[in-house]
């Protein structure tokens, strides 16, 4: 089962917007080194939704050959085009990706039931662990904890990526999780809470620029530590609502910059994060110990 602090990593990009393996492979490294849990590499946070089909393939196929069993891999394979979606899971699950987590279907605003069958074709078509990642503040689409509990009865389909970040909807969903069925985090200033419910971890932005904070505090929450893990994440509260000021990933690539990671490049439409916010993400930072 995966769980703990896994990150929705970031994909580093040259001043043209190129993909930058180099410093791909070292972030990589980083959160080897910083006892990351698992990383997500191309997930909505790593840029998917304007790299090409070779690029969305290639990022995937690096990051998996450099952790090199290190540490756990999941792919972003999400699409609004189940077809696409399929090809995406296929091309990670050919390169050796421990896991997908599948974005519901963006713009074109599936029925429940759509949900349903979009889900369940992906799972039949490629036999790899796949994650729901619910997030519709980005995708204008809430795939509702009664379709949820539809797709958890699929064999690979192990867990949710749930961003809604309400405490009723985490624990409707956490009332039939199991063995063979997780729920997850993709809002960082509730992730504690939602671990403490029952969760197993969270998929995270924060991850990126304080890797090794937010692995001790859901360690601490998984074994029920409530003290200790909201005394850091307590510390992490700030970048957990400034990493947001502007749109994911702005702030956090801009983070990670900061920190000297990774080049300043992002890829159009995203522009560079507005001065007036330097500080603000700054003094984030600072209070996370990071800086």
């Given amino acids: 089962m995966f769980q703990g602090s896994m990150v929705a990593l970031v994909t580093p990009m040259n001043e043209e917007g190129g993909v930058d393996e180099a410093s791909l492979r070292s972030l990589v490294d980083y959160h080897v080194d910083n006892q990351t849990d698992a990383i997500l590499a191309v997930g909505t946070t790593g840029e998917s939704a304007t790299l090409n089909h070779d690029e969305h393939c290639e990022v995937i196929r690096i990051v998996v050959e450099h952790a090199a069993g290190r540490v756990p891999v999941i ?28 974005v519901t279907p963006y713009y074109n605003k599936p029925t429940q039931e759509g ?72 809002d960082d200033a509730t992730a504690l809470e939602l671990i403490l419910l029952g969760g197993k971890g969270t998929i995270s932005v924060t991850a990126n620029v304080a890797p090794k904070a937010m692995h001790e505090m859901c360690q601490l929450a998984l074994t029920g530590k409530r003290a200790e893990a909201e005394a850091i994440n307590q510390r992490l509260m700030g970048l957990h609502k400034k990493l947001f000021v502007e749109s994911n ?15 300043a490049g992002l890829r159009l439409p995203l522009t560079p994060l507005s001065e007036k916010y330097h500080d603000v993400v700054k003094q984030a930072m600072q209070q996370a110990q990071v800086l």
């Fill in 249 to 263: 990933p702005i702030p956090v690539k801009w983070a990670v910059h900061t920190l000297g990671l990774i080049p």
């Fill in 115 to 186: 949900l349903y069958q979009h889900y369940k074709k992906v799972a039949e078509a490629v036999p790899v662990p796949q994650f729901l990642y619910n997030v519709p503040g980005r995708t204008a689409c809430d795939m509702l904890p009664v379709t949820v509990k539809r797709l958890a009865s699929i064999d690979n389909i192990i867990g949710i990526k749930e961003a809604v970040g309400e405490v009723t909807r985490i624990r409707e969903l956490v009332e039939f999780a199991n063995d063979q069925f997780a729920i997850y985090s993709g």
């Fill in 75 to 102: 792919a972003g394979t999400g699409s609004n085009s189940t077809a696409e979606a399929i090809e995406y899971t296929r091309c990670a699950a050919d390169v050796g990706a421990n896991a997908c987590l599948l």
